[in-house]
C-alpha cells in the first residue's frame, strides 16, 4: 500500500550537504543545501565549482514545490512537475552528535542549532 506522507515538523529546517573532492591540478567544491519548510514547501540549491588547469565553471542549480516525509522516505514534489522519492534515515553525527539526515546515502548536516534525533 502506498504511505501517505506527512510534515513532520522534526525534519523542519536547513539541510546542507558538502563534499570537497581534492583532484591533482584542480578540484571540485559542492555545496548542496534544501531546507523543508512547516507549511510543506521545501526549497533546494546546488552550487558546484570546479576548478583546472584550463579555468574554473560554476554551475549552479534551483528548485521549490512542495515535500512530505514518512519514517523512512522523503518526497519532493517540485513545481517543475517532477515527484521524486528518495530514502531516508535519521542520525546523530559521531563526532559532534548534530543531528543528520541520510538522503539516498548521502549525509546532509543541519545548518542551524538543532537537539539530537
Known amino acids: 500500500q502506498q504511505q501517505r506522507g506527512s510534515v513532520p515538523q522534526e525534519l523542519v529546517g536547513k ?12 578540484g571540485r567544491q559542492s ?35 512542495r515535500w512530505s516525509a514518512t519514517a523512512t522516505t522523503l518526497t519532493s514534489y517540485s513545481s517543475s512537475g517532477k515527484t521524486t522519492t528518495y530514502t531516508l534515515e535519521k542520525r546523530n ?11 539516498d546515502g548521502d549525509a546532509f548536516v543541519t545548518f542551524y542549532q538543532k537537539q539530537p534525533w
Open 31 to 65: 555545496n548542496l543545501c534544501f531546507t523543508l519548510y512547516a507549511n510543506g514547501t521545501y526549497e533546494y540549491q546546488s552550487e558546484t565549482t570546479s576548478t583546472n588547469v584550463y579555468g574554473g565553471t560554476n554551475s549552479q542549480s534551483y528548485d521549490s514545490g
Open 15 to 26: 539541510w546542507c550537504y558538502q563534499a570537497n573532492v581534492q583532484a591533482q591540478g584542480g
Open 93 to 103: 553525527h559521531p563526532k559532534t552528535g548534530d543531528p543528520m539526515l541520510i538522503v
